[in-house]
């Protein structure tokens, strides 16, 4: 525990000295380190070792389905309503946890690349579409760190069936890009963010043996508004379909 305060700090000191892409990379870090030092000391904590099933390492991949991203830009007075349509995309995620009887708390990490393929547009007031284009199409890089809570319904069988709910913040970067709307442009420079987020999940575990599990689950994650160069962009929803393996010790 004592290491891994230290260590937070180190990266703490560091974050102030770099760029920002590198200090969305070390808040990813710094975060994870923290998570896992909460999950590692309740596990010497004695009403919670009593109980204790041991810690789990899960690894999955993960098909990503992003709605449409919709938001709106304001160009010489008038309001155009924006709707994005991006492309699924594989990702994956690791989460580190702990088994509390039919509880599970859990850490995860999670990274997907989805590219967006167009954008529509139309005035606001009046509803008539304009003329809208985008120009490269942007990829978007993708990361969520997600504390999560679990709750497992076992049974006689191998399928034990589950559900979760989870907090954490994503991490969203994109390439510099221009979208043209009615004929004006609008020139967007990222420079990431980290937007709160929250999920759902539901799913089953196939049991091979005590030390090893198969589990497949769909996962629904939304993230918070935000806004990039005169563009306001609303809340990013995907359905994630993931199948993985999960080591029990």
């Not at 049991?207 to 306001?232: A, H, K």
């Amino acid at each position: 525990m004592v290491l891994l305060k230290c260590e937070i700090k180190n990266i703490n000191y560091i974050s102030r000295n770099l760029d920002d892409k590198f200090s969305h990379q070390l808040f990813f870090m710094r975060n994870f380190l923290l998570g896992t030092s909460l999950i590692l000391g309740s596990f010497v904590a004695p009403t919670m070792a009593e109980e204790s099933k041991g810690f789990y390492l899960s690894i999955g991949g993960a098909q990503t389905f992003i709605q449409d991203v919709e938001g709106d830009t304001t160009i010489s007075g008038t309001k155009y309503d924006l709707d994005s349509d991006i492309d699924s995309d594989f990702g994956y995620e690791i989460e580190f946890g702990k088994q509390i009887e039919n509880w599970r708390l859990g850490i995860s990490y999670g990274k997907t690349s989805p590219k967006q393929k167009n954008v529509s547009a139309e005035n606001a007031a009046t509803g008539v579409g304009v003329v809208a284009s985008v120009s490269p199409k942007p990829t978007y890089d993708v990361e969520s760190l997600m504390f999560n809570v679990y709750r497992d319904f076992p049974n006689d069988g191998k399928f034990t069936p589950y559900v979760g709910i989870g907090l954490g913040s994503t991490s969203i970067e994109m390439q510099t890009y221009t979208t043209t709307v009615a004929g004006t442009d609008v020139v967007v420079t990222d420079d990431g963010r980290d937007l709160f987020s929250w999920d759902i999940k539901g799913g089953v575990t196939y049991s091979l043996n005590q030390t090893t599990d198969l589990y497949g689950e769909v996962v629904y994650l939304r993230t918070d508004s935000f806004d990039e160069d005169g563009i306001n962009y609303d809340a990013i929803k995907s359905t994630n379909l993931m199948a993985g393996i999960k080591f029990n010790f």
